[in-house]
């Protein structure tokens, strides 16, 4: 089973951007649909984007929609999150998910592997 490690967190000021890596080790990384999850303090994690095995479809939240961009490099075993126009609301820590079986889903429920987290704080 795929392994998921994320990078890329840190403390920015609303309005910055951040790009979020999640490097994945583990045979047949191209076959898994991918998803980043976030949850903050005291809530529910909830869903952000996810991306096809291949690449060619996307989802994302409402709440980050034209602000967030998910993509992925099967060369390099890696799915990307670039975050623009970070709001304090954005904070949260953030989760890298694998499908397996070309998952791709808005469900966490659907997804079979998970990285441990990466915290992304944003100051107003």
């Known amino acids: 089973q795929v392994q998921l490690a994320e990078f890329g967190g840190g403390l920015v000021q609303a309005g910055d951007s951040l790009r979020l890596s999640c490097a994945a080790s583990?045979?047949?990384?191209?076959?898994?649909?991918m998803g980043w999850f976030r949850q903050a303090p005291g809530k529910e994690r909830t869903f952000v984007a996810a991306?096809?095995?291949?690449?060619?479809?996307?989802m994302y939240a409402d709440s980050v929609k034209g602000r967030f961009t998910i993509s992925r490099n099967n060369a390099k075993n890696t799915v990307y999150l670039q975050m623009n126009s970070l709001k304090a609301e954005d904070t949260a820590s953030y989760y890298c998910?694998?499908?397996?079986?070309?998952?791709?889903?808005?469900?966490?429920?659907?997804?079979?592997?998970w990285g441990h987290g990466t915290q992304v704080t944003v100051s107003s």
């Open positions: 998910a694998a499908a397996d079986k070309f998952g791709y889903s808005d469900s966490a429920e659907r997804y079979d592997a």
């Open positions: 583990g045979p047949r990384f191209s076959m898994y649909g």
């Open positions: 991306i096809s095995w291949g690449g060619g479809s996307t």
